[in-house]
């Protein structure tokens, strides 16, 4: 059975390497980095660990998380409202903290759900590890422990689209101009994430970007289920 769209928290999240730059690191972290970049530079051996380090905040024992937008959903047919709210800035335990009091309000016991553009294999795993990391206890949305999968409630618009094809990856601007939306991607893309925040400090410029990617995710769950989109004017953002 299909979940009530009001009952649906839409978000997406932007990251970036702890560091500005690789010759920043600690020493043992430098270590940790070049172990893991053996792995990435199998491909092209003449780069070297610091010349990719610019990856690191995909990862989530060597990035963190400088933004969070998610949205909710309210009314029916086209008087549908998208209401955004964004947790960002450059202290990671305080927006993640922010963040997880405001899942557990609104959860409030009841069944929801998180929805996500390739969210099970990025977004939910990396809040939830940066969270323990940071020391913040886990809402129970994000707590998959001891579930059943049929308990979780994640949803991927990713894997909706696979209909069970495991051998692709859709980028999120690919869904969406393959199904007729509006694509968010007329500003940056996540690759100058790190770079918009590292070089040109411009915080507001990345959560503007997220909030984009929030709508296209609203929009594409909307589009593979059946119901209208979203109009122009109907999407709010909460400061």
Known sequence: MAAALQHILFLDIETVPQQPDYTLLPDDWQTLWNKK??????????????????????YAEFGKIVCISCGVISGNGDAKQLTIKSFSGDDEKTLLAAFAQMLQKWTNGEPRFLCAHNGKEFDFPYLSR?????????????????????????????????????????????????????????????????????????????VTYCQKDVVTVAQIYLRLNGHSLLKENAVEVKT
Do not use: C
């Not at 601007?173 to 070089?199: C, F, H, M, R």
């Open 37 to 58: 970049a053996e792995v990435l530079l199998r491909n092209t051996p003449d780069d070297s660990p610091a010349d990719i380090y610019a990856r690191a905040g995909i």
């Open 130 to 206: 940066r969270m323990i990391i940071n020391h913040i206890p886990l809402p129970q949305l994000l707590n998959t422990s001891g579930k059943k999968p049929w308990e979780v409630g994640h949803i991927d618009t990713m894997e909706l689209w696979k209909f069970g094809d495991f051998k692709s990856y859709t980028s999120l601007n690919l869904l969406a101009v393959s199904l007729g939306i509006p694509t968010p991607k007329d500003d940056i893309d996540g690759s100058q994430v790190w770079e918009v925040y590292w070089k040109d400090k411009n915080l507001p410029r990345i």
